[in-house]
C-alpha cells in the first residue's frame, strides 16, 4: 500500500527575514538557535539600546546583531546582559534594612497593614533555599507576616533578563535589525510507533517530533526548524533553572506536512506553519504517517550481541521501494504494538532506539527475548597443537521451537580467536557474514529440536 509520508524535500529558507515571529531552530543536544527582528530608531555615532526578552540561557557572547540586508554597518560597541528579573524575592534583597509595610488579610476577610523592617530576604542568586527574618514590634518573625509592598522597582531592576547595547552607526535613520543568539533549554526528539496485526510482516509507521521549552521564555508565533545530526560543541549548555521536576504542560498539534532537506553535513526539518511555544511546554508533530511497510520478524540467537536467549528483531529497509520510505529518520525511540485479533486492541510488544538513518539504509530493531524458543550453547572440545602452532574448537547450540507455527532461527556465532580459521566440520551450511563471524539459518518444526555443531580450527602461522 502507497504510503502518506509527511516528510518531503523542501524548506524554508533558513535566514530569518522581516517576519512577525521569531524564528528556531532546535537541536537534538539541548540548545537552539533564536533569530528575531528588532525595529530599530538610531542617530548617527554611539547609541543605548535596551532589548528585553531574550532568554534565560542564553550564551551572551553568542549574539549576532546586524542588518540582515546588508545596507547598513551596525557595530556593537559594549554589550551587557542581565537575568536578575524583578521578583519578590529579589525586591525583598533590594530592601533588606528598610522598612515596608505587608499587606494582611484577617479571618474576616478585611484588609490591614503592619509595618516591618527586612533582615533578611531569604532569596539567594544562587537560587537556594533560605528563610526571611522580618523585625515587626521589635520582634523577629521568620516568615513574612504578609504580602510586601514595595514602594518602586528602583532604576535598576528589570522585569525580564535584558541584553543592553552600545551601538555605533554612520548615519541617522531606522532598521529592522537581526538579532541571532544560542540559547539551552530547547530539545527535540523524533518518535516513532509501529503498529502491526498478529501474523504477518507487515507495519503501520506512525512518526512524531516532540519539542520541548524550558528556556524561560515564551515564543509566540514562532517558525521552528529542527536540526538533526550531532554538532560539535565545545562549552557544556548551562542545566535549566527552576524545578527540576516539574512536569512540563503537553499539547499536540494537528498532523500537519513537515519539510526535510540536507543541511551541510546534517539534516533540517521544517515545521509547516508557525506556531505559540510557551515556556515549560512540550509541544508535539506527527511527521510520518506510514501504511504496508515490510518489516519481517526475525529470531536471532547472538549471544555477543542479545544474551543468553534467542531475540526478536524487526528489520525493515528505508527505501522508498519499501512503503514510500527513502528519507533520512532522525534518532529516536521506537515503541512497537501487535493488533489482538481476538478483540482488534493493541498490544505493547517491546521498544528501542534507532540512530539517525539515511535513505536506502537497513534499518534492524530489537524489541526483546522470544518466550517460546529454547536455546542451549556448550563448548564440546578444545585443543592445541604440541607445537602450539594451532588450535581447534568444537561448539554444539540446541534449539527447541515450542511455538505453534514454524520458526527461522538466525544462529550468529563469532570466530575471534586469530584471523586465520577455517571450519573443519559444521553440521549445517553456515554463511560467512564477515571476517570474523559465520551465520546458520535454522528451520524448525512445531515442537522440534535440531542440534547445530561445527568444529573451528585456528592457525598460528
Given at each position: 500500500m502507497k504510503t502518506h509520508l509527511l516528510l518531503a524535500a523542501a524548506l524554508v529558507a533558513a535566514s530569518l527575514s522581516l517576519a512577525a515571529g521569531p524564528a528556531l531552530t532546535i537541536y537534538n543536544q539541548d540548545f537552539a538557535v533564536?533569530?528575531?527582528?528588532?525595529?530599530?530608531?538610531?542617530?548617527?555615532?554611539?547609541?543605548?539600546?535596551?532589548?528585553?526578552?531574550?532568554?534565560?540561557?542564553?550564551?551572551?557572547?553568542?549574539?549576532?546583531?546586524?542588518?540582515?540586508?546588508?545596507?547598513?554597518?551596525?557595530r556593537i560597541l559594549e554589550q551587557s546582559y542581565r537575568a536578575d528579573a524583578a521578583s519578590q524575592g529579589l525586591l525583598l534583597a533590594m530592601n533588606e534594612g528598610k522598612q515596608?509595610?505587608?499587606?494582611?488579610?484577617?479571618?474576616?476577610?478585611?484588609?490591614?497593614?503592619?509595618?516591618?523592617?527586612?533582615?533578611?530576604?531569604?532569596?539567594r542568586a544562587d537560587g537556594a533555599a533560605s528563610t526571611p527574618i522580618v523585625e515587626v514590634d521589635g520582634k523577629l518573625r521568620f516568615s513574612l507576616p504578609g504580602q510586601p509592598i514595595f514602594p518602586s522597582l528602583g532604576d535598576d531592576a528589570i522585569l525580564q533578563p535584558t541584553l543592553s547595547w552600545q551601538l555605533l552607526v554612520e548615519k541617522t535613520g531606522k532598521l529592522d535589525a537581526e538579532l541571532g543568539y544560542i540559547t539551552g533549554g530547547m530539545s527535540w526528539q523524533a518518535a516513532y510507533n509501529f503498529i502491526a496485526p498478529?501474523?504477518?510482516?507487515?507495519?503501520?509507521?506512525?512518526?512524531?517530533?516532540?519539542?520541548?521549552?524550558?528556556?524561560?521564555?515564551?515564543f509566540t508565533d514562532a517558525s521552528i526548524k529542527l536540526m538533526a545530526g550531532d554538532v560539535n560543541r565545545i562549552q557544556p549548555v548551562p542545566p535549566p533553572s527552576g524545578d527540576p521536576f516539574a512536569a512540563p504542560v503537553m499539547r499536540t498539534m494537528a498532523a500537519a506536512e513537515v519539510t526535510e532537506k540536507a543541511f551541510d553535513e546534517f539534516h533540517l526539518y521544517s515545521l509547516?506553519?508557525?506556531?505559540?511555544?510557551?515556556?515549560?511546554?512540550?509541544?508535539?508533530?506527527?511527521?510520518?504517517r506510514a501504511s504496508g511497510v515490510t518489516a519481517p520478524q526475525l529470531y536471532i540467537f547472538d549471544q555477543q550481541k542479545y544474551?543468553?536467549?534467542?531475540?526478536?528483531?524487526?528489520?525493515?529497509?528505508?527505501?522508498?521501494?519499501?512503503?514510500?520510505?527513502?528519507?533520512?529518520?532522525?534518532?529516536?525511540?521506537?515503541r512497537f504494538y501487535r493488533q489482538d485479533s481476538a478483540d482488534g486492541r493493541l498490544e505493547f510488544v517491546g521498544e528501542n532506539t534507532i540512530d539517525h538513518t539515511a535513505k536506502n539504509e537497513k534499518v534492524r530493531i530489537y524489541t526483546g527475548d522470544v518466550f517460546d524458543i529454547a536455546v542451549e550453547r556448550k563448548a564440546t572440545d578444545s585443543q592445541m597443537s604440541n607445537r602450539n602452532d594451532f588450535r581447534e574448537e568444537a561448539f554444539e547450540v540446541t534449539l527447541r521451537n515450542r511455538k505453534a507455527d514454524s520458526v527461522e532461527v538466525r544462529v550468529v556465532e563469532h570466530l575471534h580467536r586469530w584471523p586465520n580459521w577455517k571450519l573443519v566440520q559444521q553440521s549445517d551450511p553456515s554463511e560467512k557474514t564477515d571476517a570474523h563471524t559465520i551465520e546458520f539459518r535454522v528451520q524448525l518444526q512445531p515442537d522440534e529440536e535440531k542440534k547445530i555443531t561445527y568444529h573451528v580450527r585456528y592457525d598460528w602461522k
Open positions: 533564536v533569530r528575531e527582528t528588532i525595529p530599530l530608531e538610531l542617530q548617527a555615532g554611539s547609541n543605548h539600546f535596551n532589548f528585553s526578552g531574550v532568554t534565560t540561557q542564553v550564551e551572551p557572547d553568542s549574539v549576532v546583531l546586524r542588518d540582515a540586508a546588508g545596507k547598513v554597518t551596525l515596608l509595610e505587608f499587606l494582611v488579610t484577617d479571618q474576616d476577610k478585611k484588609e490591614h497593614t503592619v509595618k516591618g523592617r527586612v533582615i533578611r530576604s531569604g532569596h498478529e501474523k504477518g510482516d507487515q507495519v503501520d509507521i506512525v512518526g512524531w517530533v516532540t519539542v520541548s521549552n524550558r528556556t524561560g521564555k515564551t509547516p506553519r508557525n506556531v505559540t511555544l510557551y515556556d515549560q511546554e512540550t509541544k508535539q508533530v506527527e511527521f510520518l544474551g543468553e536467549k534467542v531475540a526478536t528483531v524487526r528489520e525493515f529497509k528505508n527505501t522508498k521501494e519499501n512503503g514510500g520510505l527513502g528519507l533520512p529518520l532522525p534518532k529516536g525511540r521506537t
